[in-house]
């Protein structure tokens, strides 16, 4: 299964002509779209479990208060389904995040980009919807992003409260364009992500997440099919993660 | 019929002449900037700097050359970007600013991969 997903994915990216791709769909992108950038970000998070359904409504407002620095507000509805239990639906937990880029490093169609992140989590959510607890997650984004390709990884620690035991999250991310650059904006990409846990009871959890992407213009819609490679066994198991969603440039 | 055959074609032939006029007067009051600009690797992420050159009076078209770095302004002649403008644009973006250059002619815009590799199959 995750060869043939692998294979499908080199197939289709060495088979095109190569130009210039996009942020990555899961993955915090390491540039901050510059002063007069901004983008407004929205996607829906369907999540298939073992013990029920949920889908959050998840909704993204960055702020770039100067080049190098940005600062944003994530917040969620979400809607639970658990098997032959009532539905119920609520605000789920709300995220402040801030982005600084460290290192910038620009050449001619290439860049590299390292950014220190912070994302804090407030208990907004509503019982049964959310975990009552604070999260600080306190790590990096880096991406080498040229015109043929971009490579991408976010690696952090979160701390939390209320006896949740911390956690180390990874990610790594490789983009491939399928459409030659354009300008007004029409691009068409792919994106195979790694996504990674391990909290400090030794749960590791690992998802494999391919992904696609298309550009016009000024709007951006993206989905990406997250699958599981490793996860402990009996806890409310993850079947699959799908997220469809939209970003603008404002 | 033929009469509104005659009319009709007679009202074509002055918008179609119209528009060439009005496109050839924007060529003669237009003037070109070519832009290095490293650090371009992801469009959608230079998509604020392009929508601040577009948000400038003076500038009439934007084109972007990813694959080389270059960005390339159609302006009007009686209104020219300054250099130190165009640099403040590009570095709130994120990006750097190589060599500007002006001219009076519409400068080539690099053709992409594609195309160069069709044209050199034709050529052998």
Known sequence: ?250 | MKLKRTLLMTILLLIGGNITMKAQQLLLDASFVKMEIKGMACPFCAGGMGKSFEAMENVQKVDMAFDHGLAFLTVNKQNVPTKEELERIVKKAGFNVGEILYSEEPFEIPVRSKKKKKKKNKGT
């Open chain 1, 1 to 250: 299964m995750i060869s043939s997903l692998i294979s499908l994915f080199l197939i289709l990216g060495g088979g095109m002509t190569m130009s210039a791709q996009g942020p990555p769909v899961r993955l915090t992108a390491p540039g901050t779209l510059g002063f007069q950038g901004s983008a407004l970000r929205t996607f829906g998070s369907f999540d298939n479990r073992e013990q029920g359904s949920s889908y959050t409504q998840v909704v993204a407002v960055p702020y770039n208060f100067s080049t190098d620095f940005q600062a944003g507000l994530i917040m969620r509805y979400s809607f639970i389904n658990p098997n032959g239990r009532n539905s119920f639906n609520g605000l789920n937990n709300s995220t402040l995040f801030l982005k600084h880029q460290l290192v910038v490093k620009n050449d001619v169609a290439r860049t590299f980009r390292l950014s220190a992140l912070i994302r804090q989590s407030f208990p907004t959510g509503k019982e049964m919807i959310a975990p009552e607890l604070y999260s600080t997650f306190i790590g990096i984004s880096a991406g080498d992003i040229s015109t043929k390709r971009g490579f991408y990884t976010n690696l952090g620690y979160v701390l939390r409260t209320n006896d949740f035991s911390d956690v180390f999250q990874y990610d790594l991310a490789v983009g491939l364009p399928l459409l030659p650059q354009v300008y007004p904006l029409k691009q068409f990409n792919t994106f195979l992500e790694l996504n990674g846990s391990l909290d400090l009871d030794g749960n590791h959890v690992l998802s494999l997440s391919p992904g696609i992407q298309f550009i016009k213009g000024i709007f951006l819609i993206e989905t990406s099919l997250q699958l599981p490679l490793i996860q402990p066994s009996g806890l409310n198991e993850k079947e699959f993660n799908l997220i469809l969603g939209t970003r603008i440039l404002m």
